[in-house]
């Protein structure tokens, strides 16, 4: 490839590749020469005290972490020259009028930049800039590297009339690249529909609906990229969480936002966030989780919160010396009424509740010629009188004692479940046996849910900056309301796809989740090009969506590469071994994806075969690329190549046929190169 001589910017280099090199070169050293000066630093006469300085050190720490050069991974992907230059405010500093796209800033001993921040707006037209739009762009470049040499360049001249617009093939290699070990981040491929949503604003709550393949995970975190970018004085005070649906997924995920630099992201799973007072060690069988997780429960819960709150009848008397102060009943009772039509939560309340009734003794003294200040009003508040009152009126409530007394007392869940819940629906959820306390208890993970909402009816739940819900479709309405929680005074991103639905109270839509989330007026985007899943593979999945979620747009593969994919009928279990066998054979992953049950007998097939396998999660090596997944866990993996084993028992592991024809969506769709479907049963008809 050559820079043609039209070209405003041609690098008179007689060999661009090697110029190119150079630059990689120099910029390795600089972004090294960058870390050295960090390393370097001496706080030892900046620091006031030791708090001050473990926090300096720690933050020094991370700065090196973030600035640590990944040999396999390219220091910058793509190069822009402008037509003009773009102004200073744009570009945080030009070097000239050409920009090397990357991963993070770099910078050389004078300060001027070798490498821009792909998150910088003068980067944006590398993702957006067309022959329709050039954005006055003359020329883009698009690098190929092999473990982390600049091997080939592509350019685009898009302000040239005379050029064509075409397809990058170094875009279409490096979308269709073999992956092994855990997901990588897309910062070279992001498309402009992509772009678009990892660009959006932190104020706003942005739900991205989106095929297998669609690339809405690495969206959502590549906005929290951005965000961090962005907004990252506010965020480092306010925080940010990703949410998965397990462990393995998030371990999965875990490199793509440190591979950007950014090192302080939390991550946890629903349950992480709910089970942190109580050891979740039971199961609900699926119409009992049902009711937990709907949203009525959320009245039953505050309903038997403020059932607590007793009415006064006695007057409260405080003895200060020798003076007595009296509040009668029925202003005691004007006090609690207006605390509980304020809607604030029980603690606040019950914490404001004495100040309240030493402001009535207070009023008093005024009255009566004395001249109390604050310390009197405290003074008051802390009588032993007002106290006792407190405790009586108002007392304290322990939440998981209050749910353990829902769940095993069929009397108080009636009383406060009325109108609300039926009796069909309370006798579902009620514990058939008693239990002796909170620690005895066998608490399933809806059950922890219900702890937290009404710990948060108790006190308020700390809330984050911003929070990215992956796999969202999945949640119940009492766990979005969990999430939603941690994000009252920030936005979200929330991903999922209603197709991939696999539990029983899996959302019918987004506004129905955004509004359970407390984020009703979030915008909803759809992605639809397929840029993982090849062609034959996802065309044949999607049979299935006209019964699993008849609305959705079935996903559009853009690979030019259709795939390999296989159907087979088959004897025995030597043949899924065989198959394995097969697919190895290539480059890459491949994942053996079983319903649960079957995992065993392949699980004893694969050693007796004498093939090494992997537990979802578990990074592949060059000597072990093969994972055994039960179905129950393959969503949100991906692996080069995937053996399906027997459709029918996929949908058969699970309690209807809905959710069993979703888990098989999802199995169906975790290749990247090919797929072959394995079954010695008949197919589900919907397979066609």
């Known amino acids: 490839m050559s820079t043609p001589a039209h070209d405003p910017l041609a690098d008179p280099h007689p060999d661009p590749l090697s110029r190119e090199r150079s630059h990689l070169a120099e910029s390795r050293a600089a972004l090294r020469a960058m870390r050295e000066d960090v390393e370097s630093l001496d706080i030892r006469d900046v620091t006031a005290n030791w708090v001050n300085a473990e926090v300096l050190a720690r933050q020094i720490d991370e700065r090196i972490k973030a600035l640590a050069d990944l040999s396999d991974t390219p220091l910058f992907f793509g190069r822009l020259d402008y037509l003009h230059a773009p102004g200073a405010e744009q570009a945080?500093?030009?070097?000239?009028?050409?920009?090397?796209?990357?991963?993070?800033?770099?910078?050389?001993?004078?300060?001027?930049?070798?490498?821009i921040d792909w998150r910088a707006p003068v980067s944006q037209p590398f993702y957006r800039a067309s022959k329709k739009d050039p954005m006055d762009i003359a020329l883009r470049r698009r690098f190929g590297y092999t473990r982390g040499d600049i091997t080939a360049y592509e350019d685009e001249h898009l302000s040239d009339p005379a050029e064509a617009a075409r397809t990058s093939k170094l875009l279409q290699q490096e979308i269709e690249r073999p992956r092994?070990?855990?997901?990588?981040?897309?910062?070279?491929?992001?498309?402009?529909?992509?772009?678009?949503?990892?660009?959006?604003?932190?104020?706003?709550?942005?739900?991205?609906?989106?095929?297998?393949?669609?690339?809405?995970?690495?969206?959502?975190?590549?906005?929290?990229?951005?965000?961090?970018?962005?907004?990252?004085?506010?965020?480092?005070?306010?925080?940010?969480?990703?949410?998965?649906?397990?462990?393995?997924?998030?371990?999965?995920?875990?490199?793509?936002?440190?591979?950007?630099?950014?090192?302080?992201?939390?991550?946890?799973?629903?349950?992480?966030?709910?089970?942190?007072?109580?050891?979740?060690?039971?199961?609900?069988?699926?119409?009992?989780?049902?009711?937990?997780?709907?949203?009525?429960?959320?009245?039953?819960?505050?309903?038997?919160?403020?059932?607590?709150?007793?009415?006064?009848?006695?007057?409260?008397?405080?003895?200060?010396?020798?003076?007595?102060?009296?509040?009668?009943?029925?202003?005691?009772?004007?006090?609690?009424?207006?605390l509980l039509d304020r809607g604030i939560r029980y603690g606040a309340a019950r914490e404001a509740l004495p100040q309240r009734i030493a402001h009535a003794v207070l009023?008093?003294?005024?009255?009566?010629?004395?001249?109390?200040?604050?310390?009197?009003?405290?003074?008051?508040?802390?009588?032993?009188?007002?106290?006792?009152?407190?405790?009586?009126?108002?007392?304290?409530?322990?939440?998981?004692?209050?749910?353990?007394?829902?769940?095993?007392?069929?009397?108080?869940?009636?009383?406060?479940?009325?109108?609300?819940?039926?009796?069909?629906?309370?006798?579902?959820?009620?514990?058939?046996?008693?239990?002796?306390?909170?620690?005895?208890?066998?608490?399933?993970?809806?059950?922890?849910?219900?702890?937290?909402?009404?710990?948060?009816?108790?006190?308020?739940t700390h809330s984050l900056g911003h929070v990215v819900l992956d796999e969202a479709q999945d949640l119940s309405p009492m766990q979005y309301r969990a999430v939603g929680r941690r994000c009252t005074t920030g936005s979200a991103t929330v991903l999922g796809d209603l197709a991939q639905g696999t539990t029983p109270w899996a959302t019918g839509s987004w506004d129905e989740a955004l509004s359970h989330l407390g984020k009703s007026d979030g915008v909803i985007e759809e992605l639809t090009a397929g840029f993982r899943v090849p062609t034959d593979v996802i065309t044949y999945a999607s049979r299935l969506l006209p019964h699993i979620a008849p609305g959705l747009t079935p996903v559009a593969s853009v690979r030019e590469n259709p795939g390999f994919f296989a159907l087979r009928a088959i004897a025995d279990t030597a043949e899924v071994v065989a198959a394995c066998e097969e697919l190895l054979r290539n480059e890459g992953s491949t994942g053996l994806?079983?319903?649960?049950?079957?995992?065993?007998?392949?699980?004893?097939?694969?050693?007796?075969?004498?093939?090494?396998?992997?537990?979802?999660?578990?990074?592949?090596?060059?000597?072990?690329?093969?994972?055994?997944?039960?179905?129950?866990?393959?969503?949100?993996?991906?692996?080069?190549?995937v053996v399906l084993d027997e459709p029918g028992a996929v949908v058969d592991g699970e309690p209807d046929e809905r959710t069993g024809l979703r888990r098989l969506y999802v199995a169906l769709t975790r290749a990247v190169s090919g797929l072959i479907v394995t079954h010695a049963a008949p197919l589900p008809p919907q397979l066609g």
């Open 92 to 115: 945080e500093g030009a070097y000239g009028e050409r920009f090397y796209i990357g991963r993070r800033h770099v910078h050389d001993h004078d300060g001027d930049p070798m490498v």
């Open 180 to 338: 092994v070990g855990p997901m990588r981040d897309i910062v070279a491929t992001i498309q402009p529909e992509q772009d678009e949503i990892v660009r959006s604003g932190l104020s706003g709550t942005v739900c991205v609906q989106g095929g297998p393949g669609t690339g809405k995970t690495a969206v959502g975190l590549h906005r929290v990229a951005y965000l961090l970018y962005a907004h990252r004085g506010r965020l480092a005070r306010t925080g940010t969480l990703v949410i998965g649906p397990n462990r393995s997924f998030l371990h999965y995920i875990e490199q793509v936002l440190p591979a950007l630099g950014e090192l302080t992201v939390q991550q946890a799973t629903v349950d992480d966030l709910v089970a942190k007072d109580v050891d979740v060690r039971g199961t609900d069988d699926a119409p009992a989780a049902i009711i937990k997780g709907d949203a009525r429960m959320a009245e039953v819960l505050r309903r038997a919160v403020h059932a607590h709150v007793t009415l006064p009848t006695e007057p409260v008397v405080v003895v200060r010396g020798s003076r007595r102060w009296r509040v009668p009943a029925y202003e005691l009772e004007d006090i609690v009424r207006e």
């Open 363 to 460: 009023v008093q003294m005024e009255r009566s010629g004395e001249a109390p200040d604050d310390r009197v009003q405290d003074s008051v508040a802390r009588n032993a009188a007002v106290k006792a009152a407190v405790k009586h009126i108002w007392p304290p409530v322990d939440p998981a004692k209050l749910v353990l007394r829902l769940l095993t007392d069929a009397d108080f869940l009636a009383a406060h479940a009325a109108g609300v819940l039926d009796e069909d629906e309370q006798k579902t959820i009620l514990w058939a046996k008693p239990v002796r306390s909170v620690k005895a208890a066998k608490w399933s993970a809806a059950d922890a849910v219900l702890i937290d909402e009404t710990t948060d009816l108790v006190q308020r």
């Open 593 to 641: 994806i079983a319903a649960d049950a079957r995992v065993p007998v392949l699980a004893e097939a694969l050693t007796a075969a004498g093939i090494g396998y992997l537990a979802p999660g578990e990074e592949t090596t060059a000597e072990t690329r093969l994972t055994l997944v039960p179905a129950s866990l393959a969503k949100g993996l991906e692996y080069d190549y």
